[in-house]
């Protein structure tokens, strides 16, 4: 069970490898892994006031007593930046994204692209089903492993707001087409490509606008 600063600021992972080296006695050995499982239980408290814990910072409890504050969302008086048809303001990520998001990929990307090297059998079996000679755009595309799903049919291009994300989709294969971009603000025409994916990616942004 943890607690204090390991169980709140610490990030936690199996380590990416297939050998395990232990002590026994003065002689060191090697033993090759097996399947393992990370399973975490969680409690959550319904007090009815917030936390009081000692990171205030990383507590969703105190952060939604400061979540409409100019200082995090960048908007007019701690107004939420709301979509609308035809606006032309951009919407801006909000300080959480740039924080929890943006410089935690850049930094953990390497772990995150070993741990997704094969394509969702739902996502996989759609990409298979378009037309030949579609045009897709996958939004926030990580490591590009979708890219190459029946990629002698379509023609996908990638974005993707980690510069090392997208750094490792084209050591993973040269030809794809990918660049990095703001999921929030494409800088691609309306209507220039048939279909659209964005796995795992909406759940990021902090606020009901932003993912609408």
């Known amino acids: ?56 910072k990383l507590c969703d409890s105190q952060n939604k007593t ?12 701690g107004e939420m930046p709301v979509y609308k048809e035809n606006e032309t303001k951009p919407i801006t990520a909000t300080k959480m994204e740039k924080e ?43 490591n590009g492993k979708y890219l190459g799903c029946n990629s002698q049919n379509l023609f996908a291009v990638g974005t993707d707001r980690s510069f090392n994300l997208i750094d490792l989709a084209k050591q993973k294969n040269i030809s794809f087409q990918n660049f990095v971009a703001d999921s929030l603000m494409l800088p691609m025409r309306s209507e220039c490509v048939d279909y659209v994916i964005s796995i795992a990616v909406v759940h990021h942004f902090s606020t009901d606008s932003l993912r609408i």
């Open 100 to 142: 929890h998001v943006y410089e935690v990929y850049e930094k953990i990307a390497p772990h995150f692209s070993n741990t997704r090297y094969k394509p969702w059998p739902k996502v996989e079996e759609f990409m298979n089903s378009l037309p030949p000679g579609s045009i897709v755009a996958d939004v926030g595309c990580g």
């Open 1 to 56: 069970m943890f607690s204090g600063e390991v169980r709140y600021n610490w990030l936690h992972s199996i380590a990416l490898r297939k050998v395990d080296k232990f002590w026994d006695g003065q002689i060191a050995r090697l033993k090759f892994r097996h399947r393992r499982i990370s399973l975490t239980f969680r409690k959550v408290k319904f007090t009815g006031k917030p936390c009081e814990c000692e990171w205030p």
């Open 66 to 77: 400061v979540a409409c504050t100019e200082n995090m969302l960048g908007g007019e008086d």
